[in-house]
Structure formats: C-alpha cells, structure tokens
C-alpha cells in the first residue's frame, strides 16, 4: 500500500516533507450551524462500543428520505460558485457556523482570491486576516494552503485532473492533507466533485442514535457504511441526503429536546419506541 503523504500548510511553496499528523477532529454542519461534538440530553444509550450498530436490521434510509423530502423540497446544496469555493466552504466551516464563514469567503473574493494558484501565493499572514471571521483561523488559514499545494504537486493545480481520480484513491489522497479528515474530505469529494460519498457529521449521528440505529459515538466510517449500502445511490442523492439530515437537525432533532411530535420522521422514531 502506497504511503500516505501529508500536506501540512507551510509558509513556503516548498513541497513539505512527508511526515504523519492528525488534524483536530472537526464536527461541523456544513452550511448550516454549528455542532460541537456533544451528546443528547436525553437519557444516553449505553456505550457497548463505538460504530456497533444496536440492532441487526438497517435503518430505512430510502423512507427517511422520502419523508423528509416531501417535508423541506429539493435544498440546493452546497452553496458556492465554483467547485473551490465549494472546497474552501468545506474547509473554513470547521467547528462555527455558515454565517462566519460566508464572511471569509466575501473577504477572500474582494480580494480576487478564489483561485488555488491565488492561495498558494498568498503570505499567510494575509490569508490569517482574511479568514479571521470563520475562527481558529491560523489553522484555517494553513488547511487551505496546505490543500492548494496538495493540488499543485499532485494535480498540476488542476480540479479538473484531481477528481478524475478515482473516489477511493483520491479520498485516501485527501486524508493525507493537514486539517483534512473524513467529513470534509467526504464534503470536498460530494458537493465539489460529484463522487458519490456520503457526508456524515453529528446531525447523522444524532438522528441515528435517537432512533436506534447507531449509538452517538458510532465510527464514522460505519455510519457511512450504513448509508452507502442501506441507501445506495449516486451523487445526487447522496447530496440531497445530507442535506436534508442537516435541515432536519437545526429545526427539529435539536441537542437538548427534539422535536419529534412535529419532525417529519416521528413516526418512525414512535414505531422504534
Ligand atoms: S423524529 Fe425527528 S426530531 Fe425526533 S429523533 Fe427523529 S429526527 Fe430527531
């Protein structure tokens, strides 16, 4: 198996040298508001292991998704005008809510700066300023740089060329950049490139957890398991999926009390009961 090589958002253009990092965790929402990665008030489930499903049957995915979807309609997701606003978004959208961050991408598009060649020349510094409103932004502000050298040395600079890459090989490519993990890689593969991955955050989880399906603390890449094969699909639905969790959660499946009485997948939560 090829070695994972790492990008780690230097000052300089010089290639880093390979070497393993983890990146924080990041639980955010996407375009929405913000998540921390707490747990629900209500009575916890108890914690036999993380990612063990509670039941042996699956989740009906495809009626969840009709259901919600008869509810809120198509949502148009991601917000962003080109595939790299789309990867910035995803990036900048770590752990604070879609407000702060469409403020950086105003700064960052004042300034001509929406281009990965314009990223990659910036001085940091600048780069520091211009994202401050999206928060931990000295972070932020080398995720991004390390992505657009990643995409330099990798892809000739080119989008185009990296999401010819196949999904598997290009998501494990991903991981391997510094403040890259599985929900914003997920995130840049769906929303800017249209591979067919779904994006699970904390509204997933929690949506899971409350109905049975997963306990909250589930690994990440079993609850996509759960979806990617309980609810195969392509892209598209994969995006409209996800972002309909996400509506579900900042109006209904709320952290401290759900609103499930009013929730267009109460019933399925009742007949769980
Ligand atoms: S019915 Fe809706 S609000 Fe209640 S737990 Fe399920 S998703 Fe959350």
């Not at 707490?38 to 259901?67: F, M, V, W």
């Amino acid at each position: 198996m090829p070695r994972r090589r790492r990008y780690r958002g230097q000052v300089t253009t010089a290639v880093a040298s390979p070497q393993r990092k983890e990146h924080p965790s990041a639980h955010r929402t996407g375009p929405g508001v913000r998540l921390s990665a707490g747990t629900s008030a209500e009575p916890a489930l108890k914690p036999a292991g993380a990612g063990i499903s509670l039941r042996d049957s699956q989740p009906p995915l495809d009626e969840y998704y009709n259901a919600l979807f008869a509810h809120f309609g198509p949502q148009h997701w991601w917000p962003g005008k080109t595939p790299f606003e789309v990867i910035v978004g995803a990036i900048l959208t770590q752990n604070t809510s879609w407000a702060n961050v469409e403020k950086a991408i105003a700064n960052l598009r004042a300034e001509s700066l929406l281009s990965p060649a314009a990223i990659d020349r910036i001085p940091l510094r600048k780069l520091e300023r211009l994202v401050r409103s999206s928060g931990y932004f000295r972070q932020k502000a080398r995720k991004l740089k390390a992505f657009c050298e990643f995409l330099r040395t990798e892809h000739s600079g080119s989008l185009e060329r990296m999401f010819a890459t196949p999904t598997i090989e290009l998501r494990e490519k991903l991981l391997g950049v510094f403040g890259i993990g599985p929900e914003t890689a997920d995130s840049i593969l769906l929303y800017a490139g249209g591979h067919p991955v779904f994006v699970v955050d904390a509204y997933t989880k929690r949506m899971l957890a409350r109905h049975g399906w997963h306990y909250e603390n589930a690994g990440y890449e079993d609850v996509r398991r759960t979806f990617e094969t309980k609810f195969p699909g392509d892209s598209r639905r994969f995006n409209e999926f996800h972002a309909l969790i996400v509506s579900t959660g900042k109006q209904f499946c709320l952290k401290r009390e759900p609103l499930c009485h009013a929730c267009p997948l109460g019933r399925y939560r009742e007949a769980r009961r």
